[in-house]
C-alpha cells in the first residue's frame, strides 16, 4: 500500500510492537500491525497500542481501517 505498511504477526507476535517502531523509523510511513491469532486484550496488543500504533486482530477491523 502507498499510505501504509502492515505488519502481519501469527501465534503469539512477539516482539511486533519493536518490528512496527523499527519499520516506521526505517520508511517513514505508517505501519499497522494485524495479530489474528490474539485477541484484543492480549498483553501484545496493548503494548502495541501503548507505544502509538493501531493494531487489528480481525481482518474486519483492519479492512474497515483502511476503508476510512
Known amino acids: ?3 501504509f505498511i502492515i505488519q ?3 501465534g503469539t507476535a512477539k516482539g511486533l510492537t519493536t518490528q512496527i517502531q523499527n519499520t ?3 520508511t517513514g510511513k505508517t505501519v499497522i500491525g494485524y495479530t489474528p491469532d490474539l485477541n ?3 498483553a501484545v496488543v496493548k503494548g502495541v497500542q501503548k507505544a502509538g500504533y493501531n493494531v487489528f486482530t480481525t481482518l ?3 479492512l474497515n481501517f ?3
Request: no cysteine; aromatic share 0%; net charge positive.
Open 24 to 26: 516506521a523509523a526505517s
Open 8 to 10: 502481519v504477526k501469527s
Open 66 to 68: 483502511l476503508g476510512k
Open 40 to 42: 484484543p486484550s492480549s
Open 60 to 62: 474486519k477491523d483492519l
Open 1 to 3: 500500500m502507498d499510505n
